[in-house]
């Protein structure tokens, strides 16, 4: 591919289209529509033409089919043309009989390779650069130091929450922006000289590379570190009740250490997950959007829907969107909070348990057609003005499968669920009953098989049956997806990291992007690895230093984990934006190794899961500096230094949070810190580790059909493979992701499918019609409007804590208590006689 220079400016003057006097106006906006452009971009692409021979767009068009022939992502049109250019020969040999299709030829190649093969990263990242603008700048550090310790302190203390409100980059990039300007206003232009280069105070404009160090520095604050949900089962008595847990110093090492090794395995990553092209992350997409709304002054005028005309800058449209979303927020949150979760249908008839059982929000399957007035609710699955339409269908149709798989189980009393809630995460004793894991247990925490056979094993509802069993199919499910569709593009990262290690060599990686980050110093891989032995040191400390009762091997194990589904996962949360958690595969493997040791599973899963998650988290923020052209080096310390203030921060809040909130974690809590993912812990540390993953699933124990969804998952992608090869690229089917299918039935137990459904429709106006028919205003408006929505919840959600909920106050009306029945309290199909149980009677338990 040649060499082409690194600054291209939109909008050039070009020659006319054709030469026959139509307009050339209407020939550019059709061309536009059909390669999934906009005007500007087709014309700049025009305007290099001459400057491609028609060897070198064959060249450029082989190696996009190549790279992309598997990718989800890319269109299928553009494929189909980029072959029929490549298979016409008559082209080459009489190019002057087929000027209009070369030219046509060489428009789309260059639109594709000068900038990037997506409409979606067009719309927001810029293919140039300026290497001489100040990204690492004392305001920006400390500015983004400032952020990182808010952001820790806030998504601490809402975690626990159901809903969760967090801050994410996006509010950050909008907080950040009016308090970088006043640095800039009002800082003097003092400094000092450090290693050949002056560092300011105020080097100038605050610019938006500036802006995005300030953005990554918190997002990767933003992200919590792991350990957290040992210290709750550990430190709380409605848990395990081990009071050498309160230990700070114990803590903190293992905040670190967990957090340390994502962020380690991140960086030996790139090549992998970075740094290729179809790795579009389209969560970044949004922070940087808000960024350039925000930096860049340029407006222009596009035509939306009713064929009106849209001048509003991107900057007004986000302010006006922040606002009313801010205001409205606060009824559904606040003074009317039955809009949240809107249960009419269950309301009609509040005690009738078959329709509060299927149509209830909060104890039900939320079979609702209008089921929330909430944009909280409606983007807690995935976001649907970020995700690509197929993954919202693939993950909706998903969640409706899983539904109809509860409803089965459910209604034929399967494995005694009718006596149990047909929603919940909770776990029973043969009673239907919650467990009392207290009563299995020794004072170290192991269980007591004497203790177990006297009391009962462990049952779980029909939900958890069926999530279960969909987690289980997609561990299996992304391995032989990413062998089909991404081996070779395994295979040159697994190259690029040997030669990388002895040297810098970017050519594995020629697209724009990628030779714009060329000028840029590389991070040594040594670097990283370094960051994983600190991790492992800290790691292995926290564990042997307190009376964990647990070998210190578990920290390799679970990285050995990490090592190998770090890659496939990765993948797909990359090109799809949806992340495959596989805590339930590293609790299954932790329980199996570790029988009857709930804190050894626990620490399994802490170093083999969450490493990972972490690592994809960051790698995230990679991507977002790769897109914004900010050096290596400078991301890597800002993520560095952010992560450890991040975890000291976190570390003292959830100290406040368990010694100064009443009655946190229990299913009442005023405040809605009921603390859904630290019961989802405890009951998956009671079931994996406590009773052990053989008690369970091994010969014998009553659930060892759910296995089943190993060789199912596994073969599914297979068979899709297979079947989509026989159809066009064109056609629906090849739009079905099976990973992402089987990913959507792990939405439930406790939420369900009431906050999936409202997803879907908003999805379909901005990625499916919005986008197709009037690209320029999707371009301008969708990621702004994602990030206006986001932004004014999480700030508004954050007032309403502190200035209201915190003090005790609420308003209390119909509107803020209207469930009722069997949606206030759980309640179940069947009930047993007084005195009697279902199951295996005492003593025989497997």
Same mark, same amino acid.
């Given at each position: ?13 070009v020659a006319?289209?054709?030469e026959?006097?139509?307009? +050339?106006?209407?020939?550019?906006e059709k ?16 305007g ?16 996009l ?14 494929l189909?043309?980029?072959? *029929?250019f490549i ?6 040999e /009489? ?32 293919p140039y ?11 920006a550090?400390?500015?983004g ?23 994410g980059?996006?509010?950050v ?10 640095a ?21 404009p605050f610019?938006?590379?500036?802006h995005?160090v ?5 997002s990767?604050?933003?992200t ?12 709380l008595?409605?848990y395990?009740? &081990?009071?050498?847990a ?7 090492l !293992? ?5 340390l090794?994502?962020?380690? !395995?991140?960086?030996l ?5 970075? =740094? ?17 709304s ?5 407006n222009?005028?596009?035509?939306g829907p009713?064929r ?17 979303m ?9 003074i ?6 809107f249960?009419?249908l269950?309301?009609?008839a ?6 509060t ?7 039900g399957?939320?079979?609702?057609p ?37 409803i ?12 149990l809630p ?7 004793? $043969?009673?239907g009953?919650?467990y009392?894991?207290?009563?299995i247990?020794?004072d ?10 006297a009391?009962?094993?462990? =049952?779980?509802?029909?939900?958890s049956?069926?999530? #279960? ?8 499910a992304?391995v032989?997806?990413?062998?089909l569709?991404?081996?070779?593009d395994?295979?040159?990262g ?15 990686f020629p697209?724009v992007h990628s030779?714009?980050?060329?000028? =840029? ?7 990283y ?5 600190? *991790?492992i040191?800290?790691?292995?400390a ?7 009762y647990t070998?210190?091997g ?14 496939p ?7 799809t934006?949806?992340?495959v ?5 590293a609790?299954? %493997? ?8 709930a804190?050894?599973?626990?620490f399994?899963?802490?170093f ?9 988290s960051f790698a995230?923020?990679?991507?977002l500096?790769?897109? +914004?052209?900010i ?9 560095? +230094?952010?992560?450890? +203030? ?6 003292g809040?959830?100290?406040?949070q %368990?010694?100064s ?7 009442d &809590? ?5 603390c ?8 998956? *540390? ?6 052990g993953?053989?008690? %369970? ?5 009553? #659930? ?12 599914f992608?297979?068979?899709?493979? @297979?079947?989509?090869r026989?159809?066009p690229?064109? $056609?629906?089917?090849s739009? @079905? ?9 792990v ?9 999936m459904?409202?997803?879907?429709v ?11 028919r =009037?690209?320029?205003?999707?371009s ?9 929505f986001s932004?004014?919840?999480?700030l ?5 804590f502190?200035?209201i ?13 209207? /469930?009722t029945?069997? /949606?206030a309290?759980?309640?179940?199909r ?14 025989s338990?497997?």
């Amino acid at each position: 591919m040649s060499e082409k220079i690194d600054r291209i400016e939109p909008a050039v003057a070009v020659a006319p289209l054709q030469e026959d006097g139509l307009d +050339v106006k209407l020939e550019a906006e059709k061309l536009a529509q059909r390669f999934s452009a906009t005007v500007d971009e087709l014309l700049t692409a025009h305007g290099q033409t001459d400057s491609l021979t028609l060897d070198e767009a064959r060249e450029r068009a082989k190696h996009l089919v190549d790279a992309h022939s598997e990718d989800p992502n890319f269109s299928a049109a553009a494929l189909e043309r980029l072959n *029929a250019f490549i298979a016409n020969t008559a082209l080459l040999e /009489e190019p002057e009989k087929h000027r209009r299709a070369v030219e046509e030829a060489k428009i789309e190649i260059l639109l594709l390779t000068e900038n990037s093969p997506y409409p979606e990263v067009r719309a927001v990242v810029d293919p140039y650069d300026d290497p001489d603008l100040p990204c690492g700048t004392i305001r920006a550090w400390v500015i983004g130091l400032g952020f990182v310790a808010l952001i820790a302190f806030v998504n601490q203390l809402f975690s626990v929450r159901q809903p969760s409100i967090s801050i994410g980059s996006t509010v950050v990039q909008f907080l950040a922006f009016p308090i970088g300007k006043a640095a800039e206003r009002f800082l003097p232009d003092i400094g000092l000289t450090l290693f050949g280069a002056r560092h300011s105070l105020n080097p100038g404009p605050f610019n938006r590379k500036e802006h995005m160090v300030i953005s990554i520095m918190a997002s990767a604050g933003g992200t919590l570190p792991s350990s957290r949900y040992i210290i709750f089962t550990q430190w709380l008595d409605r848990y395990f009740g &081990q009071p050498y847990a309160k230990h700070f110093g114990y803590q903190i090492l !293992l905040a670190l250490s967990t957090d340390l090794m994502g962020f380690g !395995l991140a960086g030996l990553l790139r090549r992998f997950i970075v =740094y290729p092209s179809f790795c579009v992350w389209p969560r970044s997409l949004v922070t940087i959007a808000l960024n350039t709304s925000l930096h860049n002054e340029e407006n222009h005028s596009v035509l939306g829907p009713f064929r009106t005309i849209f001048s509003i800058s991107r900057f007004r449209f986000f302010l006006i969107a922040f606002a009313l979303m801010f205001v409205y927020f606060w009824i559904p949150d606040l003074i009317f909070s039955a809009l949240s979760t809107f249960d009419w249908l269950a309301w009609i008839a509040p005690n009738n348990f078959n329709l509060t059982a299927i149509t209830g929000m909060k104890k039900g399957l939320g079979f609702n057609p209008l089921p929330t007035f909430d944009w909280n609710i409606v983007t807690h699955a995935l976001d649907p003005l970020i995700m690509p339409l197929s993954v919202t269908i693939n993950t909706f149709f998903g969640v409706l499968l899983g539904g109809i798989t509860i409803i089965g189980l459910y209604w034929t009393n399967a494995y005694h669920t009718g006596y149990l809630p047909i929603n919940t995460n909770s776990m029973f004793n $043969h009673y239907g009953k919650s467990y009392n894991v207290s009563k299995i247990l020794d004072d170290r925490g192991w269980l007591d098989e004497a203790k177990y056979q006297a009391y009962s094993p462990v =049952y779980l509802a029909a939900s958890s049956l069926t999530m #279960y069993f969909f987690f289980f199919a997609v561990y299996a499910a992304a391995v032989s997806y990413a062998y089909l569709h991404h081996r070779r593009d395994i295979a040159l990262g697994f190259r690029s990291l040997f030669k990388n290690f002895k040297r810098r060599d970017s050519s594995d990686f020629p697209d724009v992007h990628s030779r714009l980050m060329s000028v =840029y110093k590389e991070v040594p891989e040594w670097w990283y690895a370094i960051l994983n032995v600190v *991790a492992i040191v800290l790691g292995v400390a926290a564990i042997a230093a307190w009376p964990t009762y647990t070998s210190v091997g578990v920290v390799f194990f679970g990285i050995a984990l990490a090592l190998v589904f770090a890659i496939p996962t990765g993948i797909i949360e990359a090109t799809t934006g949806i992340s495959v958690e596989f805590n339930v595969l590293a609790e299954f %493997i932790g329980g199996a190794w570790n029988p009857g040791n709930a804190l050894a599973m626990n620490f399994f899963k802490c170093f083999g899961y969450v490493t990972t998650a972490h690592a994809l988290s960051f790698a995230n923020d990679l991507k977002l500096a790769h897109y +914004v052209k900010i050096p290596p080096r400078q991301t890597f310390w800002a993520q560095v +230094v952010a992560v450890v +203030v991040s975890a000291f921060v976190a570390t003292g809040v959830m100290n406040f949070q %368990i010694t100064s909130i009443p009655g946190i974690c229990t299913s009442d &809590q005023a405040n809605r810190f009921t603390c859904p993912g630290v019961n989802t812990y405890f009951t998956a *540390a009671v079931l994996f580790g406590s009773v052990g993953a053989k008690k %369970i699933f091994g010969s014998g124990g009553q #659930y060892t059909a759910l296995l089943s969804a190993f060789p199912i998952g596994f073969a599914f992608p297979i068979v899709i493979y @297979f079947l989509q090869r026989r159809v066009p690229r064109t $056609h629906w089917f090849s739009k @079905f992701h099976p990973v992402m299918f089987l990913n959507g039935g792990v939405h439930w137990s406790p939420y369900n499918i009431a906050y999936m459904w409202p997803a879907v429709v908003p999805a379909y106006i901005s990625m499916g019609y919005l986008r197709s028919r =009037y690209l320029a205003f999707w371009s301008k408006y969708n990621y702004v409007l994602s990030a206006a929505f986001s932004t004014a919840i999480a700030l508004a959600g954050i007032i309403i804590f502190f200035a209201i909920n915190y003090h005790g106050y609420e308003i209390t009306w119909w509107g803020n208590e209207a /469930e009722t029945g069997c /949606e206030a309290k759980y309640c179940t199909r069947l009930t047993l006689p007084e005195g009697e149980y279902f199951g295996p009677r005492l003593g025989s338990f497997a």
